[in-house]
C-alpha cells in the first residue's frame, strides 16, 4: 500500500511525512517526476491506493510550471487522488495552485503533527471524490441535474456550458431542460428565442408523442436541444411534478445526455428531477452561507434516500479574496470537492452575449475546468457517434 507520494528534494521533509504517514509512502525527486499523472501514480507500490501526492516545488520556477501543469491533469484524469504543494512562495502561488486544482498550499516546514493533520484530511477528502462513470453506465442515458441550495452561484451557466460540450460529442443526443420555472434563463444564455417552451411541452399531443415533443424543441448551433422555461409565472404554475417527472422519463429513453437545470434550493420540481437523475452536480460559491447551505443540501438529500449514481461538488467563482479555501469547504461538507472554477469576469461576459465560455473561449481556465467536469461525464468515444457503441477509454 502506498497512499501517498512525496515529491521533494528534501530528506528532512521525508523524514517528517515518513513520520506523520509511516510506511504507506512513496518518494521521488523533482527530476523523477513524469509528464503525465498515469505514469506518475505509476511509480508507487499500489498505483490505486494512491489518495494523495505532495510536490514540494521549492524555488525552482519550472519544476514549479511542470507540477502545476501535472496536478491539473492528475485532477483531470484521477479525481480521487488530491494534490498538495509544499512551497515557501504559498502567497504568490495560491491562486495559480488552485486553478490547477491543488488541494492546499502548505509550508515545507510544517512539523509532523501538522503534517499528519493535512495529508489524512486530504487523503479522507479524496476517498469520497466521486471518480468517473463507470464502462457499463455510460450508454444508458444520463440525466445530469444541477442543483445549488443558493441563487446566482452559476448553475445556469454550468448547466449550459455542461450541455454544449457534451452536444460537441452527441449533438444528436443531448438535451438541456430549464426546470427554473420561475426565473429561468437558459434561452438568453444560450442566445435562443424559443418558439415553444416547457408548458408546451407537458400539454397536449407532446406530453404523448415522441415525435411531436420532439418537434417542439428549439435547437442551438452546436446541435443541442433545449427546453426553455416557461414564458410566465402563471404557467409556471400550472405545470405539476408529475408532468416534469413523465417529460425527464421520455427525454431520457431519447437522449443520451438529459441535462437539467435548476432553481435555488430543493424545490418540488427538482426533486421530482432528482428521481431520474443519475449525475448530480451540485454547486457553491466560496462563502460561508453557500456553504453551509451546501452541507445541509447533502444532508437532506441523504435524508430522502436520493442517492444519483455520481455526485460532484462544483466550487464556482472561486477566488481567496474572501479568506475562505477550498480545504474550508471540504471541512464543512465532510466530503471532496470535485471542481474548483475560478471567477472571470469573461463568464459575466460569456453570459450576457449569449454564447457559452467554453465555445466562445475554450483555452480560458474556467472553459478548461468545466471540460474536466464534461470528460467525467462523457467518455471519449471512437468516433461512434450519437448512437455509437464504440468503448472509448473513460473520459476521466
Ligand atoms: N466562474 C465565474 N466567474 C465569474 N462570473 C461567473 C462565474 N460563473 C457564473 N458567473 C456569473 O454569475 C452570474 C450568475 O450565474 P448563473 O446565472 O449561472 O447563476 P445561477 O446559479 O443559475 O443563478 P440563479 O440561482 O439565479 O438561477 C452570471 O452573471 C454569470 O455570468
Ligand atoms: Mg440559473
Not at 502548505?106 to 509532523?112: A, M
Not at 462563502?287 to 444519483?308: M, Q
Request: glycine share 10%.
Amino acid at each position: 500500500m502506498s497512499r501517498v507520494m512525496l515529491v521533494s528534494p528534501s530528506r528532512d521533509l521525508a523524514r517528517r511525512v515518513r513520520t506523520a504517514v509511516g510506511d504507506d509512502l512513496t518518494v521521488l525527486a523533482p527530476e523523477q517526476l513524469p509528464a503525465g499523472p498515469g505514469q506518475l501514480l505509476a511509480l508507487a507500490a499500489d498505483s490505486d491506493a494512491v489518495r494523495v501526492v505532495l510536490v514540494d516545488v521549492g524555488e525552482d520556477d519550472v519544476v514549479t510550471d511542470r507540477c502545476l501543469d501535472l496536478a491539473t491533469r492528475l485532477e483531470q484524469a484521477f479525481p480521487q487522488v488530491g494534490v498538495l504543494l509544499a512551497t515557501t512562495r504559498g502567497e504568490e502561488l495560491a491562486l495559480r495552485a488552485m486553478r490547477a486544482g491543488v488541494r492546499d498550499v502548505l509550508s515545507p516546514d510544517l512539523g509532523v503533527e501538522d503534517l499528519r493533520w493535512v495529508l489524512r484530511r486530504t487523503e479522507e477528502a479524496s476517498a469520497t471524490r466521486t471518480p468517473g462513470p463507470r464502462v457499463d453506465d455510460v450508454f444508458t442515458g444520463r440525466v445530469i441535474t444541477v442543483a445549488s441550495p443558493k441563487g446566482g452561484v452559476g448553475k445556469t451557466t454550468i448547466a449550459t456550458n455542461l450541455a454544449v460540450g457534451l452536444a460537441g460529442q452527441s449533438p444528436q443526443g443531448t438535451v438541456l431542460l430549464d426546470l427554473d420555472l420561475q426565473f429561468g434563463d437558459v434561452g438568453a444564455a444560450l442566445d435562443l428565442e424559443p418558439a415553444s417552451t416547457l408548458g408546451d411541452l407537458v400539454t397536449g399531443a407532446a406530453a404523448r408523442d415522441v415525435i411531436a415533443m420532439k418537434s417542439l424543441l428549439s435547437r442551438h448551433a452546436s446541435g443541442l436541444h433545449v427546453i426553455p422555461g416557461v414564458a410566465s409565472p402563471v404557467e409556471a404554475d400550472r405545470i405539476t411534478t408529475a408532468q416534469v417527472s413523465a417529460l425527464v422519463e421520455l427525454l431520457k429513453r431519447e437522449f443520451r445526455y438529459v441535462i437539467i437545470d435548476t432553481a435555488p434550493g430543493l424545490g418540488e420540481q427538482t426533486l421530482a428531477a432528482l428521481d431520474h437523475t443519475t449525475d448530480l452536480v451540485l454547486v457553491t460559491g466560496l462563502d460561508v452561507p453557500g456553504v453551509r447551505g451546501l452541507r445541509k443540501e447533502l444532508a437532506l438529500l441523504d435524508e430522502l434516500d436520493l442517492h444519483p449514481a455520481t455526485r460532484h461538488v462544483v466550487v464556482n467563482m472561486a477566488d481567496t479574496s474572501g479568506g475562505l479555501s477550498v480545504a474550508d469547504v471540504e471541512a464543512t461538507i465532510g466530503r471532496g470537492v470535485d471542481l474548483v472554477v475560478p471567477r472571470s469576469r469573461k463568464v459575466v461576459r460569456s453570459t450576457n452575449e449569449g454564447r457559452p465560455i467554453v465555445l466562445g473561449q475554450p483555452r480560458d481556465a474556467v472553459s478548461k475546468g468545466l471540460q474536466t467536469l464534461i470528460s467525467r461525464l462523457a467518455p471519449v468515444t471512437d468516433g461512434g457517434g450519437p448512437s455509437g457503441r464504440h468503448r472509448g477509454r473513460l473520459g476521466r
